[in-house]
């Protein structure tokens, strides 16, 4: 896959503006179905979406109405020309979606997290000229990510891309699924050419925040949205509090910056290589301030030892934490960001009190 240009399907579109899928979450009703995407055909939206299978966490829940609504999203690309994309599960969707044209074929979250399924996947649509996108497992696991669109290609899947809704997570959050911007952000490092569309309805859990989650994805030079829309939101069969109104989609897509991919003015760019220049000494003094950090940590590790103590040693760590969080509050810095760093300073410290108390 290294070598594989991946954005064929998505510069043959010829768009002036990020990809936008949009359509609602559930296909209701044929009506419902029609007449959201006739709203959305006079937008940026160059796909229409709607959930034909829908995986549910607990049964009882609406769970779609399946195969039935498959020549709605026939009749949408009749009468609109938009193309047309659903989630498959398993192979049976698969080829039911081939069946009746599906443009795009996205493999969901909970799917992704098994090897088995999309493997299953692989094989029933093997070949294909559909584009098959995949979206993150629901873990922050980059090569079960990776692992997946990998499947598909060794199948001679080769039109492809990632959806980025974000990841489950049992820390409190502002967000239905955390971002965590550097997994999508490595992915786009190892394939640079794998178009990668992100999800703001799944991410924020609500309409309110789908703005700034979607201009933060195109900063991030992420190459379109994915966004739920509905035209009576608050009375959808699923996700009501996360979708918005055709109308809503029109004024997100006015609001949002597309930023150049690169400085333009020689000055500018002058002015950039002096600030990088400056990140790039202060990083060397970061990893020298941690090995000299680390070096101390091995001292105390042998005390340790020589003491017969516990590495872990909870109310010190607890103090720590708590000073760092405090002066990183003051000089500016989250607390979500200063918890994070020195967590993971603290595993790193334990790691080497550990080899030398063991070794």
Same mark, same amino acid.
């Given at each position: 896959m290294e070598n594989k240009n991946f954005r064929t399907w998505l510069d043959a579109m010829e768009l002036a503006h990020p990809l936008v899928i949009a359509g609602p979450c559930s296909a209701e009703s044929e009506q419902q179905v029609l007449e959201i995407a006739h709203e959305l055909k006079n937008t940026d939206a160059t796909v229409f979406r709607a959930g034909v299978w829908k995986p549910r966490t607990r049964p009882g829940s609406f769970e779609g109405n399946g195969a039935v609504a498959l020549p709605w999203l026939k009749k949408v690309k009749e009468e609109t020309g938009l193309l047309t994309a659903i989630e498959i599960a398993n192979a049976q969707h698969a080829k039911l979606a081939l069946e009746f044209d599906i443009d795009i074929l996205w493999i969901g979250a909970r799917t992704t997290v098994n090897p088995f399924a999309v493997q299953e996947i692989a094989d029933a649509i093997a070949g294909t000229d559909k584009i098959v996108l995949v979206k993150n497992p629901i873990n922050p696991d980059l090569a079960l990510w990776i692992g997946a669109i990998e499947r598909l290609h060794k199948k001679g899947v080769t039109n492809l891309g990632a959806i980025h809704r974000g990841f489950s997570s049992? +820390?409190? &959050? @502002? #967000? +239905?699924?955390?971002? *965590?911007?550097?997994?999508? $952000? =490595?992915? /786009? &490092? /190892? #394939?640079?050419?794998?178009? $990668?569309?992100? =999800?703001? *309805?799944?991410?924020?859990?609500? +309409?309110?925040?789908?703005?700034?989650? &979607?201009?933060?994805?195109?900063?991030?030079?992420?190459?379109?949205?994915?966004?739920e829309t509905h035209c009576d939101p608050d009375k959808a069969w699923s996700d009501a509090q996360q979708q918005i109104t055709p109308s809503r989609l029109v004024e997100i897509m006015d609001e949002l910056k597309v930023r150049k991919p690169r400085f333009e003015r020689e000055e500018s760019l002058s002015k950039l290589n002096a600030l990088r220049k400056e990140i790039n000494a202060k990083d060397e003094q970061l990893l020298e301030t941690l090995s000299e950090r680390m070096q101390i940590v091995e001292n105390i590790g042998k005390a340790k030892k020589e003491s017969n103590v516990a590495v872990l040693q909870t109310t010190r760590w607890n103090e720590i934490l708590g000073k760092v969080i405090d002066k990183g509050e003051e000089q500016g810095l989250s607390k979500n960001f200063i918890e994070k $760093?020195? /967590?993971?300073?603290?595993?790193? *410290?334990?790691?080497?009190?550990? @080899?030398?108390?063991?070794g």
């Open positions: 049992f +820390r409190k &959050s @502002n #967000y +239905r699924n955390i971002p *965590s911007w550097q997994i999508p $952000i =490595d992915l /786009k &490092s /190892k #394939y640079p050419t794998l178009p $990668i569309i992100n =999800d703001p *309805s799944h991410i924020c859990g609500n +309409r309110e925040g789908i703005f700034d989650v &979607s201009q933060t994805a195109l900063d991030l030079k992420m190459d379109g949205l994915i966004i $760093i020195f /967590k993971a300073i603290h595993q790193e *410290s334990i790691a080497h009190q550990e @080899n030398i108390i063991n």
